[in-house]
């Protein structure tokens, strides 16, 4: 079992739609969790950090649930622009510098 | 500011033979990576630094060496390439603690082993 785990997706939504990604984690000693956001065959950026119950900005909303150990990313009013593949990724202090990368989650927003 | 920046961007190796992928930040940061990103595996992590001259192993370091004479420099050497190690190579660096800090990738660099 991949110590990150994302649905691959694609998940195919119309503008304005609201969507949701989850993503769970074996460690339970993960402490801090982000978003990134990669648009195809470019580098990975930054969407959002989670490190208490949630974080919000804008159109995104991401939650995570320790009890169940999983993150959520919910994207509000969809635009063609979000259309990018989600990774979800997990920190832990007793992994020293080491990130855990999920396998992403592709998103397709059509008109 | 560049950023992070990798060279080259592009490269087709024969089986076999040796080469180093650049990456070089100018932001002053301490901590170092490189990923290899193939499809439907997501970003795995090879080696990593949490300053110069202090390296260590990620997710998939065989066939892969690293170092860090200076803070703005991690070039990843590949001793003996193989056809396994077709994928794309993204560099990283962030402020100390990475469980806190937002990581910078560099564009990538694509290899292709024949």
């Known amino acids: 079992r991949k110590e990150v785990e994302q649905d691959p997706g694609p998940f195919n939504v119309p503008e304005g739609a609201t969507v949701a990604f989850n993503c769970t984690y074996s460690n339970s000693a993960s402490q801090s969790f982000f978003w990134y956001r990669q648009d195809c065959r470019k580098e990975p950026k930054l969407l959002m950090s989670v490190y208490s119950s949630g974080n919000e900005d804008g159109r995104f909303t991401a939650q995570l649930n320790r009890a169940s150990q999983y993150i959520s990313l919910l994207i509000r009013d969809s635009k063609l622009s979000d259309s990018a593949t989600y990774l979800c990724v997990a920190a832990s202090y007793n992994q020293g510098g080491k990130l855990i990368f999920g396998q992403g989650t592709e998103l397709s927003v059509k008109p | 500011n560049a950023g992070v920046t990798q060279t080259p961007k592009f490269q087709v190796l024969k089986t076999g033979q040796s080469m180093t992928l650049q990456c070089a930040q100018d932001m002053n940061h301490e901590y170092m990576s490189w990923y290899r990103q193939d499809p439907g595996m997501g970003l795995r992590l090879i080696h990593y630094?949490?300053?110069?001259?202090?390296?260590d192993q990620g997710e998939v370091p065989n066939g892969y060496n690293v170092s860090r004479s200076t803070t703005e420099d991690f070039p990843l050497r590949l001793l003996s390439a193989a056809p396994s190690q077709t994928s794309v190579y993204f560099c990283a660096s962030s402020l100390a603690d990475v469980s806190y800090n937002e990581q910078f990738f560099g564009p990538g660099t694509r290899l292709t082993v024949l």
């Open positions: 630094s949490v300053g110069a001259g202090i390296t």
